[in-house]
């Protein structure tokens, strides 16, 4: 047998040149999908945390106005308890003695 003739080897020549560039080519696209992958990885992570954050600052700002909501009632309940001292004591023994018996009939079953 002889030697591969020379158009044979012009075509191994320039498939191995097609392989070559093949697999940089396939190296770059893997390495663009990686980046690709991470940008979006990373734009999801802001989003998320964008988000918790806002629903903190959105719980935050609801528990600052019932705190606030709750020492107006504090300060009107003070100030209707100025108004009518007698009256206010009065209910307060009231309410007392009822929650007693009515604490103290659970206890007797």
């Not at 047998?1 to 320039?14: G, H, R, V």
């Not at 093949?22 to 990686?34: G, S, W, Y």
């Not at 979006?40 to 945390?49: G, P, V």
């Amino acid at each position: 047998m002889s030697d591969p003739s020379p158009d044979l080897e012009k075509e191994i020549a320039a498939l191995k040149d097609d392989v070559a560039r093949l697999r940089t080519d396939i190296t770059h696209l893997t390495e663009a999908l990686k980046s690709t992958a991470e940008d979006y990885a990373d734009a999801a992570r802001e989003h998320t945390r964008a988000r918790a954050e806002a629903a903190r600052a959105k719980a935050q700002a609801q528990i600052d106005e019932a705190i606030g909501a709750g020492r107006e009632q504090i300060g009107a309940l003070g100030n209707r308890v100025a108004e009518r001292p007698l009256a206010s004591l009065l209910t307060a023994a009231g309410v007392g003695f009822i929650l007693a018996k009515v604490l103290d009939l659970g206890g007797r079953r």
